[in-house]
């Protein structure tokens, strides 16, 4: 059976540095997905032109944005690329250059030149989870989203941190600390939290069938 081989990761965007090519509504989807999860996130934009949404949301955040075609001299300092103008042949070649320098890179709309997507995110305080469908599926990815920001109670967060002080005062060592741990949150298994015939009920609730 087919399988997700996609390795997640939560990266620190403050420590590193984004490059958006594109000022369309693409753009400002992406720009609007990372600032959402991550408003801390150092971010470049490029493009011939850009859109006022676009800009307005840039100046909230401090995006830098820069009034040019492509070029391949903006990808030096950047660690993430993200390209989405309406010129395929741009995209290539954003990709192109971006594999030659070891740089990670997203075209939009696009899985063969992908080194990530950016997927469905739930963020609730200090808990966050990540929802990948191998590219196959963001519609399944926005609708698992939904049902789990439903699901999980807003104030998860203040429950993880009174966890992690407690955490600090356990004694012994780290096999005891781990199997204390596992027994105090043993009620957070999955089957309580979000039951199978949970998750049906919200699809169907909704008439999501295969997207």
């Known amino acids: 059976m087919e399988r997700n081989n996609l390795y997640p990761i939560f990266l620190k965007t403050s420590n590193l540095h984004a490059l958006i090519i594109g000022g369309g509504n693409v753009a400002e989807e992406k720009l609007t997905f990372l600032t959402k999860s991550s408003p801390d996130a150092r971010v470049t934009m490029v493009s011939p032109m850009f859109r006022k949404a676009t800009v307005d949301l840039a100046t909230k955040y401090q995006v830098e944005m820069i009034t040019d ?6 990808l030096k300092g950047k660690h993430i690329v993200i390209a989405t103008t309406d010129v395929p042949e741009v995209n290539v070649q954003v990709y192109t250059d971006c594999r030659a320098l070891d740089k990670l890179v997203n075209v939009a709309d696009n899985p063969p030149y992908c080194d990530f997507y950016m997927g469905g995110i739930v963020t609730k305080g200090n808990v966050k989870i990540a929802i ?43 096999e005891e600390k781990v199997d204390k741990m596992n027994q105090i949150t043993s009620p957070l298994a999955p089957r309580s939290l979000a039951p199978k015939k949970g998750i049906g009920a919200f699809f169907r609730k909704r008439k999501v069938k295969e997207v």
């Open 69 to 74: 075609v492509y070029k391949d001299t903006y």
């Open 132 to 174: 990948s469908t191998n590219g196959k599926s963001p519609t399944t990815a926005k609708r698992l989203r939904q049902f789990f920001e439903e699901v999980i109670p807003e104030d998860i967060s203040k429950m993880v941190q009174n966890l992690n002080e407690y955490r600090k005062t356990i004694k012994g060592d780290f």
